[in-house]
């Protein structure tokens, strides 16, 4: 069974700092993705990474975010200058035909 | 813009029983619709992929319909167990951009 692998699983941060999150996706997948949940609300799409650019951004992913494929494996989320309205979980994905999701990073910002 | 809503938002059913999970969307022009599980602060697992040219597709107790045209899919779980208590969620993958539009889920919990 394919896997997309996210770390950490958890990361508290303080408003105002800057987080990183990781996740590695499937070796063959050519899309990847971020996506977050606030606390019982919908899964919301934040970007698409496609052939190494950006393929598609929705309202929420303003300055703020980026996102960087580093080398072959890594695919990254990094946050600017936390609010504590981003704290929710951060889910990667990658797709072929179907979509797989990692099990995602709890961000809690303080 | 795609939009995508489910009903019930929660049901409680005794082991044993049938039950049907609703997804509704609104723009018919989708490359595929996927349904996940979702357990409480844990990730989201990919139960059934349905392509649009498809109608059905089944795993194990879990069959999900597709009907393009009308803007619908269904998830049938067959013979509920306990071990089926989550949030199901529908999620649609528009042909022009690649991203998921999701639901708001339907909360299950399957008492023994």
């Known amino acids: 069974e394919p896997e997309v692998t996210q770390t950490p699983s958890h990361q508290v941060t303080q408003m105002g700092q800057e987080v990183i999150l990781r996740c590695v996706p499937i070796s063959n997948h050519l899309y990847f993705y971020w996506y977050r949940q606030i606390l019982g609300q919908k899964v919301e799409f934040l970007v698409s990474?496609?052939?190494?650019?950006?393929?598609?951004k929705s309202e929420i992913f303003d300055d703020q975010f980026s996102v960087e494929r580093p080398d072959g494996s890594n695919f990254t989320l990094k946050i600017r200058s936390t609010k504590l309205e981003d704290s929710a979980m951060y889910f990667c994905?990658?797709?072929?035909?179907?979509?797989?999701f990692g099990q995602g990073t709890r961000l809690t910002v303080v | 813009k795609q939009e995508v809503t489910q009903i019930p938002a929660a049901l409680s059913v005794p082991e044993g029983e049938n039950l049907v999970l609703n997804c509704s969307f609104t723009?018919?022009?989708?490359?595929?619709l996927q349904w996940f599980r979702q357990d409480p602060g844990k990730g989201l697992t990919s139960l059934l992929l349905i392509q649009s040219s498809q109608r059905e597709q089944t795993s194990g107790r879990l069959n999900a319909s597709l009907d393009k045209s009308s803007g619908r899919s269904t998830l049938y779980i067959a013979a509920s167990q306990p071990g089926d208590s989550a949030t199901y969620l529908c999620a649609v993958r528009d042909t022009g951009f690649q991203k998921l539009v999701f639901g708001t889920g339907t909360r299950l919990l399957v008492s023994p």
């Open positions: 723009d018919s022009a989708i490359y595929n």
């Open positions: 990474f496609y052939n190494n650019e950006i393929s598609e």
């Open positions: 994905a990658s797709t072929g035909t179907e979509a797989f």
